[in-house]
């Protein structure tokens, strides 16, 4: 049995990968065209690289319609989907809010009152027409943008693992910027592979002391140093145990945390983080963690993001819409967290 780890700096963060298999050659083969493939759809879904596809749609699509490749036709129906399926706390045309509190490509900051209403004016998903036909999208006015940053990493893990699954890999761990995990089938000596889930309190409060994330890494949810740092056989969470909330087993699964200290600023005496709600146009306050588990990291992905947006009144909304989903949900009030789980263990402190 070989095992093989690989890693990659895309979409701001960084990628890693675990393989097991008998044939050496072939998992390196495979997971070097795994980590190819999340390469070009960087270069493809980024908003930040004027060249890429989504850079050219949200320069264009105010003044007509701009037709795009079939994949990312796919992709956008699919976001639009889970807009509608969360109520609107999933949203991709979040870009203007994003930058007008600071987050696009900087740690955010508290936005000027003029400019947050010209943001919230240029944001919703009815003004992105997608036409099936012609696949062509138009944006019906302008100042609108589009942001992938709550899915494209999640679409990106999809896409990697079946590259290896179309090369028989039947063993590997995959992961983005520890936000979104895919475990593909089972390592070598365990029934599932085990992904910690960092403890809220223990990120809170990290947030509040400004503390950055590891460079290239949200430090969300999970483990890998071991795995960066050598070729392991099996990873296990490596958190102290009063800093992790719960160990998720996954296997033919993907986990996606949205956690307000992925990305935050302190203001007047609160915390502000980087996944804002459409409703308010506000950071999200209350919810600070949300974990999802599914088959599919895209939707992973982008349900852990509305599940934070959506807070407690969510669970009960989102778990209803895709059988089999397991969650896990922590909010802050007044210095006290509450988890809230669906089928997942709490093991850690709260
Ligand atoms: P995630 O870490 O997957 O929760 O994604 C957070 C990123 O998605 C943020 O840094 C923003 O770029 C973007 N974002 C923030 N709020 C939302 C939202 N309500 N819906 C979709 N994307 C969002
Ligand atoms: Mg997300």
Known sequence: MTTLT???????????????????????????EALAEIERLEAQLSLYRDTSEIAHLNARAAQGPVRVTPSLFALLLHAQQLHRQSGGAFDITIAPLVRCWGFMGGGGHLPDAAALAAARASMGMSLVELDPDQLTVRFASAGVMLDLGAIGKGYAVDRA????????????????????????????????????????????LRAR????????????????????????????????????LATVPLRDEAMSVSAVWGRSFQAEGKTFGHVLDPRTGCPVSEAVLAA??????TETDALSTALLVLGMEGRAK??????GMKSLLAAEARGQFRVESDGLAITGVR
């Open 6 to 32: 690989l890693a990659l700096h895309a979409m701001a963060t960084r990628f890693e990968m675990v393989l097991h298999g008998e044939n050496p050659v072939a998992l390196r083969a495979a997971g070097e």
């Open 161 to 204: 693992i079946d590259i290896l699954r179309e090369a028989a890999v039947a063993s590997a761990l995959l992961h983005g910027g520890t936000s979104t995990v895919f475990g593909l089938g089972h390592p070598p000596d365990a029934e599932s592979w085990k992904v910690a889930v960092e403890c809220p309190r223990h990120g809170m």
């Open 209 to 244: 002391a400004g503390v950055p994330p590891g460079r290239g890494q949200d430090a969300r949810a999970t483990l890998m140093e071991r795995a960066r740092a050598e070729i392991s056989a099996t990873i296990q969470p490596q958190r102290a145990p009063g800093q992790t």
């Open 292 to 297: 999802v588990v599914l088959p599919s990291a």
């Open 318 to 323: 989102l778990a209803g819409l895709r059988p």
